[in-house]
């Protein structure tokens, strides 16, 4: 965590350290365990270690300490692949973190990453066998793949439901307070470096709205449309009459308040349910924003031919989502994000994105990459939550607070280090003369 997380969270967590934990022997292995895990720290990283056998290791004085506060924190991370045996064990509290959380991924790739096999196999060589034992993960991740696929074909509307829920439904007050009052929880675009998150959430539904050509009067379509801010932006700021569609029951639930609350319920509408149940078409525009990462790869064709159904001749789509940085990498989020946070999500490049708008009804007319604009973003939203760790802790639960923690610190750093990226499309439906209405150079500012 930052400043705020290490006092409520690390060494009093009743709550956290399962029975598992406590029934485990702390007698010292042969080999230190700090001694073993320092090998795979960078040698100059300003990050101390320190183990329950009473060794330590790394920087003597540093800000920054791992905490490898049990045994179950190596069988966590020898028994699981890639980075999911971390999480499991910072989320149970077996592994602890005491400073700022994005600081100490940024300096401890080689153990934050995920181990391989031969990392592996250095540790049990040093500590011994026993670490290699299955430990149950905690209630808070979803079942592996293979589980889910009993519980409903992949895409169908139920799973997707079930999966959005999954993430979505945690407590509406608990995404305020890290969200902030915007209730974006969509990258923000930052005007100038010093502009707030809430300038920057408002400054990026504006830019949609420009890229949309909206004017009064219009109808907007809006996917995925979470808490309402991008249905909120658009009719009260350029008079068109909006529907949004989520997934989401707190969500949809919320953001029909509020737009009672502002006064704009005649004019906009937020439905619960799945965005290809939207039967109405010629809307003038349609925006999508974070919402093709729960689509699919396989999708994308159905997808974007129904948005486009959706659109009169001329009309417009902005299609605003999280991207790999090249079409070659699996498709797949890894098993920390799939399992925690978004299960059964995926990522594409933006050239299969713009491949299959453009081969299912849209002619592609501006793209543009925002991904330090994100890293800004997962920035100020951890620091919300650091700033209001204890009222988060008691909407979520310890567990799921930390799950956001490692999550948005770890998307910051992928963002940094352009493993992740995120791609603002705009599509036209052109009409059967091929006329698209566009202007002949872009004029919605920057």
């Known amino acids: 965590m930052g400043n705020a997380a290490p006092d409520t969270t690390s060494g009093r967590r009743p709550d956290v350290d399962g029975p598992h934990l406590a029934r485990e022997s702390t007698s010292a292995p042969a080999l230190g365990v700090c001694t073993t895990l320092a090998r795979f720290l960078q040698a100059d990283a300003p990050v101390t270690i320190t183990a329950y056998d009473g060794s330590r290791a790394g920087a003597p004085d540093a800000a920054l300490r791992i905490e490898v506060r049990s045994p179950a924190a190596l069988s966590y991370l020898l028994s699981a692949p890639g980075e999911l045996g971390l999480a499991r064990a910072y989320v149970t509290g077996a592994l602890d973190v005491v400073g700022d ?4 991924l940024r300096t401890t790739s080689g153990i934050l990453d995920g181990l391989d096999a031969a990392d592996k196999w250095t540790i049990l060589r040093d500590l011994g066998p026993r670490y290699l034992r299955l430990i149950p993960p ?5 079942p592996g793949r293979i589980r889910r696929a009993l519980n409903g074909i992949r895409r169908s509307k139920g799973r997707d439901s079930r999966a959005i829920a999954q993430h979505y439904d945690v407590s509406n007050r608990f995404y305020e307070l890290v969200l902030g009052p915007s209730m974006a929880y969509t990258c923000a675009c930052y005007p100038e470096p010093d502009a707030t998150l809430e300038q920057a959430q408002f400054h990026k539904f504006d830019l949609v709205c420009r890229k949309l050509g909206l004017r009064p009067g ?4 809006d996917v995925g449309c979470g808490w309402g801010g991008m249905v909120a932006h658009a009719v009260e700021h350029y008079g068109v009459h909006a529907v949004g569609v989520t997934l989401s029951r707190a969500q949809a639930s919320w953001a029909q308040e509020q737009l009672r609350r502002r006064g704009l319920d005649d004019r906009a ?5 799945d965005y290809r149940d939207v039967t109405e078409s010629g809307f003038d525009a349609v925006s999508s924003i974070g919402l ?6 396989r999708n994308l064709p159905g997808y974007f031919r129904f948005l486009a159904a959706r659109l009169r001749p001329g009309g417009r789509l902005l299609n605003h989502c999280i991207t790999r940085p090249t079409t070659r990498e699996a498709h797949r989020t890894g098993p920390f994000i799939d399992r925690y946070v978004f299960p059964d999500g995926e990522l594409e490049g933006v050239g299969t994105l713009v491949s299959a708008m453009q081969d299912n009804g849209f002619e592609v007319r501006h793209e543009e990459n925002l991904r330090e604009h994100y890293a800004r973003t997962l920035a100020a939203w951890c620091a919300n939550l650091d700033a209001h760790w204890d009222d988060a802790v008691r909407e979520a639960g310890l567990r799921r607070a930390r799950v956001w923690a490692l999550y948005m610190a770890a998307s910051r750093l992928g963002f940094e280090r352009r493993r992740i990226e995120l791609h603002q499309v705009l599509g036209v439906r052109p009409s059967p003369s091929g006329a698209a209405s566009m202007p002949l150079r872009p004029d919605w500012g920057v």
């Open 218 to 221: 219009m109808r907007l379509l």
């Open 138 to 142: 905690p209630p808070e991740e979803a």
């Open 101 to 104: 959380l994005y600081a100490v």
């Open 292 to 297: 093709t990462e729960h689509v699919g790869a």
């Open 269 to 273: 509408e937020i439905r619960h349910g």
